[in-house]
């Protein structure tokens, strides 16, 4: 029988107490459904009945059994006219979701589960809750009062708990909220403050309250203290303002707020004030002095949030926005925002902040989306940046009945502005009409030819004449493949059966030239130059068939398997695509006709182990131009305990990933975006200038850790090495312990930034069981 935490016995003796078997022997009591759980035995060494029956008494060593739930007394007595049951003299309940220690007596009306507990010691194992009183109140629904009581989500084996309060009186609603009237905080059993009246959140949901604070250090902004406080504002709808101090750079203030109009429908925005009236030569903290605008201002400011709604003709309205005050807000505040994943640094290293603004519609096969963008530009000036308000696109695809012909189409314009001259209006309708065809069993392919017509109209031509342009274009393409495939047998990592697949492919591309030298550059769409490729790809992939897919998990419910894809029947375990292209035109031109070889490899040979690389590589030279690598590897042995912490519930992990680009001709830009190009420079005379540096354009290295040292000790790593210029962009290093109580975490923090410069030392604890249980760690 598996109980929820407001039991209390009301369930137990709903079901225990309902028998008549007045017998000294233990006995099951049948019941209308034959349920194995719900079956009861009594042992007791005296029972009896009267009053015509409706009052049953055992007495001497009464133990009640129901399913896996015990409950032992001295006496119990039950009325079944009135549901009164009464349990005296060493009352005790063990079950695996809650237990009475110990207690005098228990009181309890069957009908309104309602009653009073005396001098009871009880402990719920959903929230790991420990509770002491002098008298248990039970209230309707999972309402008490207690008098003169302790309450602590300390497991201690031994000795005094690492923390508990105590109170003259205290109401607990077990769905989430405490109140405490005259009360005190101790640490071990040592009272250290007092509280005359306080409240307090006790499960992991979300109710209103104060959360722990935070503190730090860091070598510029000095000591660091935020205080949060979350409110619940209803069961869909919530919100949450911290305040921030940081005594040597400024003192602001961060709310959030948030709600769900259903399950694919919410809002969220959050703003941010800060004052750096405490900052002190803050331009000297400017480690880039390559950014346009490098002003620190005194008043900060940021606004960002974002909002999915669907309205009832299926219309998805949506909006992601983002505004900050300086260009140099994200990369030292951005840290102060709880955001999830990887979010954080991808904010922290943008080159923009973006905002977009509309609204989709889809009916099968055909789509509408229209939308506004606006971007902030952190690197180079604003009146250079393009905003596109608005832009709307119309395109899908239809298969011709009783035709083997497919039809696409695309349709999109888009209005450009910016502050400086060089925007307009643009319109690019794109047709495309697909024959694909099958020869035989095994080879397949298509045809398609694609005509595109972009008209322009100019807001500030350079010359008059220009303000109205267009562009003429044809696509035509095609290609061929086939697939074949054998399976082997494969009696080792677990497998038994591995297939391997081969997919060949040749695909052929032709564009016209034509003259697009009055055209404006606004993006990738208005420069389409000429194509007359050949493009030959062949990809290998392979999948491992399981030796025993149906295995069973783990009978012991407390264990958790970490890799749960090993349960699968059939898996990936690795790929390998390699692609060359041809230039027709370039060979008959005596040029370089052959591309770099695009190489995307992803190996799996086992669930915990994933590699992948996505490069090219120059034919000629065989010099790597480009690669992304990434390794990680997780153990893949199971959890054998789950804790109120969800940082000790992950898997040990260790992961690299490594960027490299050479460098190119635009190289110097991702080191100097701003840098003037209109001057010829002389590299002898002027070898600083980035244009002459013969540096490699990324180069960069990172590595992540997780690492539990011991089961209460945790250690994580984050790290990114620049290869190029040897140095270490950043690191985060975290160490984090659980209590052997398992009631708080410490976590001791360090982490550095080269832009800006700074170095900081953090440290949060947490008393678990009280506020949320989310990650400290990122």
Partial sequence: MKLNNSFFLAQFFGTVLALACPSHAAQPTPRSAQDPASEINVTADKLQSGNGSNQIEASGNVEMKRGTMTLKADEVRFNRAT?????????????PEWKVKSA?????????????????????????????????????????????????????????????????????????VGTIRNG????????????????????????????????????????????????????????????????????????????????????????????????????????????????????????AGSHRFTTASDWLTFSDFAAYRDDLFTRELIERFDLPGTRESNVRRSR????????????????????????????????????RTPQIAFWGRRL????????????????????????GLRLDLRPEVVLPFRLGSRVFGSLAVAPRETVYYLHSPVKSSDRNLSRE??????????????????????????????????????????????????????????????????????????????????ADSSVELLSPVTTGDVRQMGSVRLALSYDIDKERKGGDSLTDIDLNLKLTPLPYID????????????????????????????????????????????????HYLRRGPNSFLADNANADVTTPVDCVMNPSDPRCSNKNTVGNLGANLLYQLHDNLLFTLNST??????????????????????????????????????????????????????????
């Fill in 83 to 95: 549901k009164d049951a009464e349990a005296k003299g060493k009352v005790s309940v063990d079950d």
């Fill in 104 to 176: 005098d007596s228990i009181q309890m009306n069957m009908e309104k589960e309602t009653g009073e507990i005396h001098n009871g010691d009880l402990f719920l194992e959903d929230g790991h809750i420990s509770m002491t009183g002098r008298r248990f109140q039970k209230f309707g629904g999972q309402t008490y009062h207690v008098d003169d009581g302790f309450f602590t989500t300390c497991l201690c084996e031994s000795g005094a708990p690492s923390w508990k309060f105590s109170s003259e009186q205290m109401d607990l609603a077990l769905d989430g």
């Fill in 184 to 303: 005190y905080f101790y640490i071990l059993d040592v009272p250290v403050f007092y509280l005359p009246y306080g409240y307090f959140p006790l499960r992991t949901e979300r109710q209103t309250g104060f959360l722990f604070p935070e503190f730090g250090n860091s070598t510029t902004e000095g000591f660091r203290f935020l205080q949060p406080f979350f409110w619940a504002l209803s069961k869909s709808t919530d919100a949450t303002a911290t305040f921030d101090i940081e005594t040597r750079a400024r003192y602001g203030f961060i709310g959030q707020f948030r709600t769900m109009f259903d399950r694919n429908s919410d809002f969220r925005i959050e703003g941010s004030y800060f004052n750096e009236s405490w900052r002190k030569n803050e331009q000297d903290d400017i480690v880039d002095r390559t950014i346009a605008d490098q002003t620190i201002p005194r008043d900060r400011w940021s606004i």
């Fill in 352 to 387: 923009f902040g973006e905002s977009h603004f509309g609204l989709l519609k889809n009916w099968g096969d055909t789509f509408f989306k229209g939308q506004f963008n606006f971007y902030q530009d952190f690197i180079q000036p604003d009146n250079t940046t393009f905003m």
């Fill in 400 to 423: 011709l009945s009783d035709f083997p012909l497919e039809f696409r189409w695309r349709a999109e314009g888009v209005n450009y502005l910016r502050k400086d001259n060089g925007d």
């Fill in 473 to 554: 274009l044809v696509e035509i393409r095609g290609n061929v493949g086939t697939a074949l495939s054998r399976v082997f047998s494969f009696n080792s990592l677990g497998l038994s059966q591995v297939k391997h697949v081969i997919e060949p492919e040749i695909s052929y591309l032709f564009v016209p030239r034509t003259d697009q030298s009055r055209i404006p550059i606004m993006d990738e769409i208005d420069r389409v130059n000429r194509r007359n490729v050949l493009t030959f790809a062949l990809a290998n992939r392979f999948w491992g068939k399981s030796t025993n897919p149906m295995a069973a998990p783990p």
């Fill in 611 to 658: 590699f992948g690389f996505d490069g090219g590589v120059d034919p000629g030279a065989w010099n790597i131009t480009q690669a992304r690598l990434t390794f990680n590897l997780t153990d893949p042995r199971p959890m054998l305990r789950r804790t109120p912490d969800p940082d000790f519930n992950r898997p040990n992990s260790i992961g690299f990933r490594y």
């Fill in 721 to 778: 090495y620049d290869v190029r210029d040897s140095r270490f962009i950043g690191y985060r290093i975290n160490t984090k312990f659980l209590s052997f109580c398992e009631c708080w975490t410490a976590t001791l923090g360090i982490s550095r930034d080269i832009n800006p410069a700074k170095t900081s030392v953090s440290f949060n604890f947490s008393l678990l069981g009280l506020g949320n249980t989310k990650t400290s760690l990122k």
